[in-house]
T-cell receptor
Framework: DVKVTQSSRYLVKRTGEKVFLECVQD?????MFWYRQDPGLGLRLIYF???????EKGDIPEGYSVSREKKERFSLILESASTNQTSMYLC????????????FGAGTRLSVL | ELKVEQNPLFLSMQEGKNYTIYCNYS?????LYWYRQDPGKSLESLFV?????AVKQEGRLMASLDTKARLSTLHITAAVHDLSATYFC?????????FGAGTTVTVRA
């Protein structure tokens, strides 16, 4: 069964810090996604990637960047963390060419103080 | 931009009764997904609906898709406590998912 592993379950950072959220999947999926989840808003797509070194903006990319240097790893970067980026961040992956359900990691709850 | 609306956002169910969650979306799509999330946990896939008229059932849950009406329903039969969770629908547009706000379900005795 595919596993999507996020490096931290909880993170506390200070305003202005650069923050890295790491995600690794172990099933050779081409597609990887970063979502943030906020109460009443559901999940909103930040960035996604269909291949190594490839990235596309989602619906709310402002204040974020991503890196995909290897197929299995997709990193989300908060260049200068702000309090409005306090949220739950979910990484996901899926296989290309099928309509199989996207698989999610356990999530990282980030608090920016 | 693809918009996905779920209702209700909160649903208090009585054990043994039947309920329905609705998911409307704004643009043409033939692919819709239902997920479940337990508190503090990640999202677990429940159903994948890939064509108009598709119906999937698992235990007390049944999902259907009407692409012409841009509507999916998640029907819960004879609710039990184990079904307490938040349910999300997600619509595939250009191979990325847009999610509804979620329906938080609480089942009471």
């Amino acid at each position: 069964d595919v596993k999507v592993t996020q490096s931290s379950r909880y993170l506390v950072k200070r305003t202005g810090e650069k923050v890295f959220l790491e995600c690794v999947q172990d099933m050779d999926h081409e597609n990887m996604f970063w979502y943030r989840q906020d109460p009443g808003l559901g999940l909103r797509l930040i960035y996604f990637s269909y291949d190594v070194k490839m990235k596309e903006k989602g619906d709310i990319p402002e204040g974020y960047s991503v890196s995909r240097e290897k197929k299995e790893r997709f990193s989300l970067i908060l260049e200068s963390a702000s309090t409005n980026q306090t949220s739950m961040y979910l990484c996901a992956s899926s296989i290309s060419g099928t309509y199989d359900a996207v698989k999610f990691g356990a999530g990282t709850r980030l608090s920016v103080l | 931009e693809l918009k996905v609306e779920q209702n209700p956002l909160f649903l208090s169910m009585q054990e043994g009764k039947n309920y329905t969650i609705y998911c409307n979306y704004s643009t043409t799509s033939d692919r819709l997904y239902w997920y479940r999330q337990d508190p503090g946990k990640s999202l677990e896939s429940l159903f994948v609906l890939l064509s108009n008229g598709a119906v999937k059932q698992e235990g007390r849950l049944m999902a259907s898709l009407d692409t012409k009406a841009r509507l999916s329903t998640l029907h819960i039969t004879a609710a039990v406590h184990d079904l307490s969770a938040t349910y999300f629908c997600a619509v595939d547009g250009d191979y990325k998912l847009s999610f509804g706000a979620g329906t938080t379900v609480t089942v009471r005795a």
